[in-house]
């Protein structure tokens, strides 16, 4: 059975920081890009950041310099590291995994940025 699954959610005030992890399990993790997308009241789906199987990492604009992706393949697990959080910040996170045309959603965490 595929899981993905988040913690690391919150609440956090302007400036400060969250580490968001995803654990996985079900599938050949090493074998899978991972994702963070982000969505929030009234706006569309949002790519945070991807790693791909070999490490290459990629964001999107407006965390680009905050955000740090990481991932563990011998611990099916990977984190998003943030810093500088901003309100608008503030979303569900889901965690993604995908390879070729497979391709596996988390349930999501939610994050808070306000004072």
């Known amino acids: 059975q595929v899981q993905l699954v988040e913690s690391g959610g919150g609440l956090v005030q302007p400036g400060g920081s969250l580490r968001l992890s995803c654990a996985a399990s079900g599938f050949t993790f090493s074998n899978y890009a991972m994702s963070w997308y982000r969505q929030a009241p009234a706006r569309g789906r949002e790519l945070v950041a991807t790693i791909t199987r070999g490490g290459f990492t990629d964001y999107g604009a407006s965390v680009k310099g905050r955000f740090t992706i990481s991932r563990d393949n011998a611990k099916n697990v990977v984190i998003l590291q943030m810093n500088s959080l901003k309100p608008e910040d503030t979303a569900v996170y889901h965690c993604?995994?995908?390879?070729?045309?497979?391709?596996?959603w988390g349930q999501g965490t939610q994050v808070t940025v306000s004072s």
């Open positions: 993604h995994a995908q390879f070729s045309l497979s391709y596996y």
